[in-house]
Nanobody, 124 residues
Framework: QEQLVESGGGLVQAGGSLTLSCAAS????????VGWFRQAPGKEREFVVA????????DYADSVRGRFTISKDNAKNTVSLLMNSLKPEDTAVYYC?????????????????WGQGTQVTVSS
């Protein structure tokens, strides 16, 4: 059972940058794809970006494409999300999730390991 922990959230002014990290641990850890999701108050949790276990393939939501960059370090079991040009509408709790599957990475039900979430607040 993989365990994921997010970190790096905080308060930032619009136009600024923030980097989130997702660390994986567990005695039975296996390589997996990682997705980032976010949920703002009163809204459904939405897909942000995903990366395959090898790190060779990425998939970005249209709302963050060109602004966010995901990277994966398999040796350290760590995934980072660099968020640039942040907008107030990016304000949300951000969650990382892991799965041993290779397809359906845009869908929440594909993932079986989740972090507790980290708050990102972008002021105007």
């Amino acid at each position: 059972q993989e365990q994921l922990v997010e970190s790096g959230g905080g308060l930032v002014q619009a136009g600024g940058s923030l980097t989130l990290s997702c660390a994986a641990s567990g005695r039975t850890f296996r390589n997996y794809a990682v997705g980032w999701f976010r949920q703002a108050p009163g809204k459904e949790r939405e897909f942000v970006v995903a990366i395959t276990w090898s790190g060779a393939t990425t998939d970005y939501a249209d709302s963050v494409r060109g602004r966010f960059t995901i990277s994966k370090d398999n040796a350290k079991n760590t995934v980072s999300l660099l968020m640039n040009s942040l907008k107030p509408e990016d304000t949300a709790v951000y969650y990382c999730a892991g799965t041993s599957l290779k397809y359906g990475l845009r869908y929440q039900y594909t993932y079986d390991a989740w972090g507790q979430g980290t708050q990102v607040t972008v002021s105007s």
